[in-house]
């Protein structure tokens, strides 16, 4: 026993926590020439998710409001320095700073405002000319509007309409009387049941894409031309929320 005990010493806690010298080193203390890896990529999908979040409020506009893309009668007599819609949308959301919720919630508010919206061209001069069916023609007013209340119901503090006037280049009044036409037209109903928004967030996420390019044969305008017909404010006609309340 021991003569044993002479052969085999005991092991020392060194040399049973012992690892190589470059197994030892921090990844990133290493003086080897391999870098640690970056998280740009994480940075970059939330870049293009956000994109692609313009890309669908525009193109939400652009279903709803086929002439959105023509600049209205009284934004100048022959259109010049209108910017494109989606430059529109995207310049609007970046100076209000909107947040991805308020942003959701505005293009609901499109939904429930999407089956008001008068079938006329407004681009020509009418019999009678109504202002409160004018700004209802206009997608960008529309949108506006829909970004302005989502704002007041979502946030405590807000901008002031003299701000909104400045972002928008629309006057106090004009923004006051789009508004009080939307909250008429919605019957002042703002709210949304948590099921319909649980629906709408499906909605929203399954058709907003965070990858870039699409796959192939998919193409997120088509997609969104194919789905914004079928949008009812009780969101039960769509195929992709009846699959999965099957599939659960």
Known sequence: MTHLSQALPAPSYTNITSVLPAQRQHPR?????QKPPTLVRQCERKLIFVDNLVDSASQMVEVI?????????????SGR???????????????SRTSYSTLQVALY????????????D????????????????????MFLTALILASKYL????????AWSKMSGLKVEEINANERTF?????????IPDLIFKRWTQVVLRYTSDTQPPSPGQSYAITWQSIVPLLTPELDNLPLLQATQLAL
Request: positive net charge; glycine residues 4%; proline residues 7%.
């Open 65 to 77: 409001w086929p002439l959105s893309v023509v600049p209205c009668n009284d934004d100048g007599a």
């Open 29 to 33: 203390r290493s003086t080897s020439n």
């Open 81 to 95: 320095g209108v910017l494109p819609l989606r430059t529109y949308i995207e310049e609007t959301l970046r100076r």
């Open 183 to 191: 909250l008429d037209k919605v019957c002042w109903k703002l709210h």
């Open 155 to 162: 946030q405590d503090r807000n901008y002031s309409t003299k």
């Open 109 to 120: 508010y499109l939904v429930l405002i999407k089956p008001y919206v008068p079938e006329y």
């Open 122 to 141: 407004f681009t020509k001069v009418q019999a009678q000319d109504c202002p409160a069916s004018r700004a209802l023609m206009c997608g960008r007013r």
